[in-house]
């Protein structure tokens, strides 16, 4: 189990911009770069769902909710990923988690992992 965490949420109006980081503390810059890494989102009595991905070589995929306004990159130097989220909207209010597989595909269900960490509050307001 890769230790992750999650930062960078917070309020913001419609519209608006946020930039989401997760670290991964316990792993060196080598043992982060063969991860797989994903961005999950929790609503309200909502189920936990995908919202990117990337893999290893840099191949991303997106929620089609997201798709267009969403951009994931990662850093392997600082052993950490970016969820760049712009256009806003109140839909995409949400707990953000992260999560790391060994050589994991661009997109994976949520049901491959167990355990989450305490995520980030995103808020939009309208």
């Known amino acids: 189990q890769v230790q992750l965490v999650e930062s960078g949420g917070g309020l913001v109006q419609a519209g608006g911009s946020l930039r989401l980081s997760c670290a991964a503390p316990?792993?060196?810059?080598?043992?982060?770069?063969?991860?797989?890494l994903y961005w999950f989102r929790q609503a309200p009595g909502s189920e936990r769902e995908f919202v990117a991905g990337i893999t290893k070589g840099g191949s991303t995929d997106y929620a089609a909710s997201v798709k267009g306004r969403f951009t994931m990159s990662r850093d392997n130097a600082k052993k950490t990923v970016y969820l760049q989220m712009n256009t806003l909207e109140p839909e995409d209010t949400a707990v953000y988690y992260c999560?790391?597989?060994?050589?994991?595909?661009?997109?994976?269900?949520?049901?491959?992992?167990?355990?989450w960490g305490q995520g980030t509050q995103v808020i939009v307001s309208s």
């Open positions: 999560a790391a597989k060994f050589l994991g595909p661009p997109r994976i269900l949520q049901t491959q992992f167990r355990n």
């Open positions: 316990g792993l060196t810059g080598l043992t982060f770069n063969p991860y797989g």
